[in-house]
C-alpha cells in the first residue's frame, strides 16, 4: 500500500474509532435517546474532533509508510513528532471524562468538567490541530512528500511559523474560553445531578383504579408518567392530558403536554403522560385527575425531599 493510501486509511479508521468511543460510552452510560440528544447538542463540535484525530492518525501512519517505503533516514525530528502527536491525541479525549466521572462517582470533579464543558471541547480541538500543523512541519522539513502532490502545494506556506501562531493564539484564547465560557445549565442530557426516584401510587375512584408510576427525572428535564387506567364499569373514552394537572409547591399548575400510549376507548390503557420542565425545584409534586366519569379529583402526592436517588 502506497503512502497515501495507508495514511487516509488510518485517518479513516481513527475518526471512525473516537465516534464510536464516544457513542459507545454515551449508550453504557445513558441510552440511546440521551446519546441522541448529545449528538444534536454538540455535533459540530464532535465531528471536528473527530475528524482533526483522524488527520493526525493519519499522518502518522503517512509518515511511517513514507520513511518505510523511500528508505528515508529516521531522523529525530520524525521521532519526536510521533511523540508530540500522540501526546495532543490523548489531550483530544479529555473531555470525555465529562461524561464518565459521573459514573465513577467523582461528583465534585464532575461539576467542574460538567460547567467548563466547551472550554474543554476548545482544548481538543486546539490540541488536534496543533498536533496537525506539527507533524506537516516536521513532513515539510524532512521533506517526507513527493514533487507535485497535494502536500507540496500545502507547503508553500511554512509550517513552523503557523505552529508557533496557533501555540500563541491558544495561550490567550483558552483561558478567555474557561473565564467567558461556563455554562450554568448545559444543554445536554446528563449533568453531575443525580435522578429523583419516586414511588408508584394506586387509587381506585368510582370502579376505576389508576396507578401512577414517575419516572427518573432532572429538574432540567420534562416529567413523565407512567399511567395505567382499569376499570369494568364503563369506556375509558377521555384524552388524559385534558384530565390532568400537575403542581408544584408554589402553586404553579403545568398541563401534560403529551400523551403516548393506548387511544380512548377500552377498559384497559396503559401509557406515558409527559409534563413540561417545572420553573423551579419543588419539595413535592401532587397530580390530579379529574372528570373521570364526572368524578371529583384524585390526587397523588409525592415528597422530594428524601426521596430515593440513582445516578
Not at 486509511?9 to 454515551?26: E, K, R, S
Not at 499522518?59 to 513528532?81: C, D, E, H, Q
Not at 379529574?290 to 445516578?311: A, K, N, R
Request: charged letters at 15%; a neutral charge.
Amino acid at each position: 500500500m502506497t503512502s497515501k493510501g495507508k495514511g487516509l486509511l488510518l485517518g479513516l479508521l481513527g475518526t471512525w474509532g473516537l465516534l464510536v468511543l464516544y457513542g459507545l460510552t454515551l449508550l453504557l452510560l445513558e441510552g440511546p435517546e440521551a446519546a441522541l440528544q448529545l449528538f444534536l447538542a454538540r455535533w459540530w463540535w464532535i465531528l471536528l474532533i473527530s475528524i482533526t484525530f483522524g488527520v493526525q492518525v493519519g499522518l502518522i501512519g503517512y509518515m511511517r509508510a513514507y520513511v518505510r517505503n523511500t528508505k528515508t533516514p529516521f531522523t529525530g525530528g520524525v521521532a519526536a513528532s510521533g511523540t508530540i502527536s500522540t501526546g495532543s491525541m490523548l489531550a483530544c479525549c479529555a473531555h470525555h471524562l465529562t461524561d464518565l466521572l459521573p459514573f465513577l462517582g467523582i461528583s465534585g470533579v464532575s461539576v467542574f468538567l460538567t460547567r467548563y464543558q466547551v472550554p474543554l471541547l476548545l482544548v481538543a480541538l486546539i490540541a488536534n490541530i496543533f498536533g496537525i500543523v506539527h507533524m506537516l512541519s516536521v513532513i515539510q522539513q524532512a521533506r517526507l512528500y513527493d514533487e507535485g502532490g497535494v502536500l507540496q502545494r500545502i507547503f508553500r506556506w511554512r509550517m513552523r511559523p503557523l505552529r508557533n501562531a496557533i501555540l500563541a493564539v491558544s495561550l490567550i484564547l483558552l483561558p478567555l474560553g474557561f473565564l467567558f465560557g461556563a455554562e450554568e445549565r448545559p444543554d445536554l442530557p446528563f449533568t453531575a445531578e443525580r435522578k429523583i426516584v419516586l414511588e408508584p401510587q394506586t387509587k381506585e375512584l368510582s370502579g376505576v383504579a389508576i396507578t401512577v408510576k414517575p419516572l427518573p427525572f432532572i429538574w432540567e428535564d420534562d416529567l413523565s408518567f407512567e399511567v395505567s387506567f382499569d376499570t369494568h364499569v364503563g369506556s375509558l373514552d377521555f384524552d388524559p392530558r385534558e384530565i390532568a394537572v400537575l403542581q408544584d409547591e408554589g402553586g404553579r399548575r403545568y398541563r401534560a403536554h403529551t400523551w403516548e400510549g393506548s387511544p380512548p376507548g377500552g377498559h384497559h390503557r396503559r401509557g406515558r403522560l409527559i409534563f413540561p420542565r417545572l420553573s423551579t425545584p419543588s419539595a413535592h409534586l401532587e397530580l390530579t385527575i379529574t372528570d373521570v366519569y364526572g368524578d371529583p379529583l384524585l390526587t397523588f402526592l409525592w415528597e422530594i425531599e428524601g426521596s430515593q436517588e440513582t445516578p
